[in-house]
């Protein structure tokens, strides 16, 4: 089994994190999301993962190529590397990681977590991933047969046809298969909004009579903006919490300070007469003074003194002194 990561652009809804790190890296609970999400799909998959071959723009540079590789390499897979420098779309972003695409393959975008306990129905042509929704006019969603087979594929509804939308994980049986549909896409320049779409290859492949069936999860989670990413961040920690994980290190230095549960705190951090949680993140080598957080995504070698934090994001080696609540600075910022 493969998996595929189509993760090309930065992420402008999550700036300014985003303008030093891609978003797939950005950390929930401690982990890089792209590194839970493949994690969690391995689990569904319940398969040895051969490759993850991972589409960025060549302009994240190295180190970031090095930590997908390692994020790779803990799964026990190989890591491959592929570049998508135009957003071309979906199905440009896929097709170049051809090379990858044999045998069984999951496609996955990589600015969404999920929870699912279901059995992958490996005998369908394509298992494409579904999640019910209170608002279905906001996604792309699936119709179903009553042999639970998708019959249509319809893009932000305007009326009621169906609550699944779909979330942004394919499983297709035939790797071969999906590259040559959206080969054909490119190859007779079908495009719509100015981009190859994967829905226009999955709409093909329906018609040629291959079975779709539906994988549903039980929780989905965006990390688009930050209010949504901070709320993915809030929900994964009670997730892992339910679990009984414990992810406060051994290593932290607590002085007339307070730690309420759920939270992720990395090794070395420094609490001085604070109060941290419910539902915090704190990255390692991080410092915090005088202050309360709840509720926050705070990365690593952050300063914070003298606040009272709720709903915010603080990035890498951010200093923060002040009494704003709800904020959001990225790395190496300075604010007072």
Known sequence: MRIIVPMA????????HTLTIPKPLIPIAGKPIVHRLVEDIAKVLNDKIEEIAFIIHESFGKEVEENLIAIAGKLGSKATIYYQNEALGTAHAILCAQESMKGPIVVA???????????????????????????????????????NEITDFVEKPKSFVSDLAIIGIYYFKSGENLKSELQF?????????????LTDALENMKQKGLRFVPGKV???MDCGNKDVTVDTNTRMLNFLESENQNYIADNIVIENSTIIKPCYIGNNVILKNAVIGPNVSLGEHSKVENAKIKNSLIQTHATIRNAELDNAM??????YDGNHVNISIGDYSILS
């Open 9 to 16: 652009g930065r992420g402008s809804r999550l700036r300014p």
């Open 109 to 147: 975008y990589a600015d969404t977590l999920f929870r699912a306990d279901f059995n992958l129905e490996k005998n369908a042509d394509s298992v494409i991933w579904v999640k019910q929704v209170d608002d279905p006019s906001a996604f792309g969603v699936v119709q179903l047969n009553e042999k």
């Open 185 to 197: 896409l490119l190859d007779n320049n079908i495009i719509k909004g100015g981009e190859y779409q």
């Open 218 to 220: 039980d929780e989905w």
């Open 314 to 319: 603080i990035g890498n080696f951010a200093t």
